[in-house]
Structure formats: C-alpha cells, structure tokens
C-alpha cells in the first residue's frame, strides 16, 4: 500500500555473517587470480626460456634460472592456497572467538537476569508472607447475610428477617470494633450496644453521638482496630468489597433463596482466595420464613 517497501531487519550476527562470506568470496577470487597468472606466467617463461633464448646463459646448479623462478611461484602459490583453505578458513578461529565472547556475554546476561527475576520473585514471596501475617495478625472479619444471588439488601434495609441470624450477629460482635459506612450506621435506630462503632464516610464534619469514630477511609480505620483482637466488617456493599483485600474470615449467613429488587450486593467469594472451615445448616421455620447456612471462610 502508498508504493513503499518493507525493510526486512537484519540483525549484526546476520550482518557479520555476509561480510564473513563477502571477504570469502574475495579470497577465493584472488587465490584463482593467482593461479591463472601462475599457469600464464610460467607458460611465458618456458617459452621465453627454450624458444626465444631469453636468459639461457644463466643458470643455478646446472639448471635454467627460470626452472627455479617456476618453482619459486608454485611454492608461493601452495602457500596461498594453504593460507586460504587451512590458516584462514571460512568463519575461522577469529570468528569463533568473536562468537564464543558473544555467547559467553549473552550467558551472563541471561544468568544476571535470572538472578534479578528469583530476587524479585524472593522480594515478592517474602512481601506476599509479611502481608499475610499482617492481615491473619489483623483477623479482621466480613460479616455479612445473602441470599443465593450474593443480594444483601434494598433501600438500606434487609429483605429478609431471621432471628437467629441477628443473634448470630450480636454475640460474634460484641465487644468488638464494628467498621461500616455512614448508610449502614445511619439504618440503626441508635447505636449498637457493647460495641466501638468506626463509620467510614466522606461527609465533612459528620455528626455522630460521643463514642462513635469516623473516618474517610479504609486505612485510616484499620488504624482504630489494633487492640481488637475480632474486629468485623458489617457493611454496606461498597464497604465490603473496600474491606476484602484486608480481611482474614469471613461469616456468611447464605439464606437460600432468590429475592428480587436487591439493590445491593456482596462479592462473590473466589475458592482459590476462600477455604470453608464449618458450616451448620438451618431448616425453615415458625420463626424463620427461608432455609439458612453459617458457613465460616478463612483466606487461603
């Protein structure tokens, strides 16, 4: 397309290898050179010799000079040959040096990169442990009801009532740090008892009755928790899914059922983040209108 060509890259092995042949080339060229001025050359002589009588009143140990001048250019030109197919051959030891410091500077790149990739690795692994302490340190705990859909509630309410799961509620949380956002704090009527409320909003000046913390952020909450040896999260859903990375369990209630309307939802718990370490199962009944699980998950 437009008329232009695609330049092909070449690499400098490449490179190196068409001047190794182009220089090749040349030699072979200059040595049949030779050998054509060699045949022609001693053909003048002999017949310079022994039909024009050039030169026959010289000669070396009976013999005409020219022989020895023939012999001295076939030696000549046998060192030549050798020089080009032995001393000096394609690619020859030059080459294979050049190759050998490549090769051997290209293993120690390769080694030197390894070497950074396992400290890395190592780096990453030992952050990954420190980090895993530091939240199983933590304990920090999702609290949380959902139906079969991971629906928790509508409008800042819940869908469903199960008294046992409001009790369930209260005696894990008591006495404990409670982390929520402002709706959730906001859909108590007052306070929950025997509990240090810590409410993540980003209203300024948000007022809150005498012993309830804000905060504007995760972070700055998990700061109030240190001294809590089970501090939960309660939610709402945006909460939740702030607190995740943080936590080390999770309780679950799972009310088996699928409600419409939900406007507000957990996140789905991953199984290779997520082990189940108990569960009890719970029937309907006179006091609860849907079929229910306490399940108990702890990060892998």
Not at 109 to 120: A, D, S
Not at 168 to 180: C, D, E, P, Y
Not at 248 to 272: C, M, Q, W
Request: net charge positive.
């Amino acid at each position: 397309m437009f008329g232009f060509k695609r330049r092909e890259k070449v690499d400098k092995d490449q490179l190196e290898l068409i001047k190794n042949a182009q220089s090749r080339i040349k030699q072979k060229k200059n040595l049949y050179y030779h050998f054509i001025i060699l045949i022609l050359g001693c053909s003048c002589l002999f017949v310079a010799n022994k039909f024009m009588g050039l030169g026959k009143q010289y000669t070396l140990l009976d013999k005409e000079w020219y022989v020895f001048a023939i012999t001295f250019w076939i030696v000549v030109f046998i060192y030549h040959v050798i020089n080009v197919y032995i001393l000096n051959p394609f690619l020859g030891k030059s080459w294979e040096e050049k190759q050998l410091q490549k090769l051997m500077a290209l293993q120690q790149k390769r080694i030197e990169k390894i070497k950074t990739n396992l400290i890395e690795k190592e780096t990453l692994m030992a952050k990954n442990d420190l980090e895993k302490d530091i939240i199983k340190k933590r304990n920090l705990t999702l609290i949380v009801a959902a139906d079969n859909n991971d629906a928790i509630g509508k409008n800042n309410t819940l869908i469903w009532h199960l008294s046992n799961d409001l009790k369930r509620f209260k005696a894990l949380t008591s006495g404990h740090h409670i982390i929520m956002g402002r709706k959730t704090f906001e859909s108590f009527p007052k306070p929950l008892p025997n509990r240090t409320h810590i409410v993540i909003t980003r209203q300024n000046n948000y007022q809150v009755p005498d012993g309830v913390i804000t905060v504007d952020s995760m972070d700055e909450a998990l700061k109030y928790i240190t001294n809590d040896d089970q501090p939960f999260i309660i939610g709402g859903g945006e909460i939740y899914k702030l607190a995740m990375p943080y936590a080390y369990k999770i309780e679950l209630t799972r009310v088996n059922h699928s409600f419409d309307g939900a406007d507000t939802f957990f996140i789905p718990i991953d199984g290779k983040t997520w082990k189940e370490v108990s569960k009890s199962s719970h029937s309907k009944d006179d006091l609860h209108d849907y079929d229910y699980d306490f399940i108990s998950y702890v990060r892998i």
